[in-house]
């Protein structure tokens, strides 16, 4: 059974920086495409970052040169590096394990965790 388990949520300071993870269990992360979306209130969820297996990575434009997205094979881990967050950041985080980029919809799910920020 796989299983998608993010943490590191939480309230944080505009400017500041926070740290996601997403421990997966029931599957190698390293041999899937994996993602970062998020959702706002109000609005549809969007990709945020993704990587692929070999480790490409890919970031939508409102997040480009501020956050960064890893992956630790060994831990079997995903992460997300949130810097100079901005209030425009709030949301619920997701992370997402797919076969290849292009079909997350279809993928593994996390349950999402929170992120505000303060200005």
């Known amino acids: 059974q796989v299983q998608l388990v993010e943490s590191g949520g939480g309230l944080v300071q505009a400017g500041g920086s926070l740290n996601l993870s997403c421990a997966a269990s029931?599957?190698?992360?390293?041999?899937?495409?994996a993602a970062w979306y998020r959702q706002a209130p109000g609005k549809e969820r969007e990709p945020v970052a993704r990587i692929a297996s070999s480790g490409s990575t890919y970031y939508a434009d409102s997040v480009k040169g501020r956050f960064t997205i890893s992956r630790d094979d060994a831990k079997n881990t995903l992460y997300l590096r949130m810097n100079s967050v901005k209030s425009d950041d709030t949301a619920v985080y997701y992370c997402?394990?797919?076969?290849?980029?292009?079909?997350?919809?279809?993928?593994?799910w996390g349950q999402g965790t929170q992120v505000t920020v303060s200005s």
């Open positions: 997402a394990a797919a076969r290849t980029l292009a079909t997350f919809s279809s993928g593994s």
């Open positions: 029931g599957l190698t992360l390293g041999a899937y495409a």
